[in-house]
Nanobody
Framework: QGQLVESGGGLVESGGSLRLACAVSVRTTGSFRMAWFRQAPAKEREFVAG????????FYADSVKGRFTISRDNAKNTVFLQMNSLKPEDTAVYYC?????????????????WGQGTQVTVSS
C-alpha cells in the first residue's frame, strides 16, 4: 500500500461539492508539509492548496481561494480538501503530495511523496 492514498473523487454537477481525503502513512513530524495538486488532460500539474502539518497554516492557489479548504486531522493522519462551488474547469485528477523541507513550495518537483490520484469531474 502507498504512503499517501487519496479517496473521495467522483462526478458532480457544476456548483456542487466534494471532499477529498488523503491518508498518510509516513511520519508527520518536523517540517512536514502537504499539498493538493491537480492535473487536467494535456495540462501541467498545478498547485491547488497546501498546509503545514504542525501549525495548520494553509495556502491556496488564486483559482480556488474562497471555494476550497484544506485541513488535516492529526489523530487520523489524514488531510482533506473540501471543494465547494465546483466549476467544470476544476475537472482534473487530484493528487496529494508531501515533503519534509522547511520552505513552502508550489512546485511539484519539491515534493517527495505522492498519492496515486483521484478523478474529479464537474459537469456543466
Amino acid at each position: 500500500q502507498g504512503q499517501l492514498v487519496e479517496s473521495g473523487g467522483g462526478l458532480v454537477e457544476s456548483g456542487g461539492s466534494l471532499r477529498l481525503a488523503c491518508a498518510v502513512s509516513v511520519r508527520t513530524t518536523g517540517s512536514f508539509r502537504m499539498a493538493w495538486f491537480r492535473q487536467a488532460p494535456a495540462k501541467e500539474r498545478e498547485f491547488v492548496a497546501g498546509i503545514w502539518w504542525i501549525s495548520g497554516n494553509s495556502f491556496y492557489a488564486d483559482s480556488v481561494k474562497g471555494r476550497f479548504t484544506i485541513s488535516r486531522d492529526n489523530a487520523k493522519n489524514t488531510v482533506f480538501l473540501q471543494m465547494n462551488s465546483l466549476k467544470p474547469e476544476d475537472t482534473a485528477v487530484y493528487y496529494c503530495a508531501a515533503d519534509y523541507t522547511g520552505i513552502f513550495s508550489t512546485r511539484p518537483g519539491t515534493y517527495t511523496f505522492w498519492g496515486q490520484g483521484t478523478q474529479v469531474t464537474v459537469s456543466s
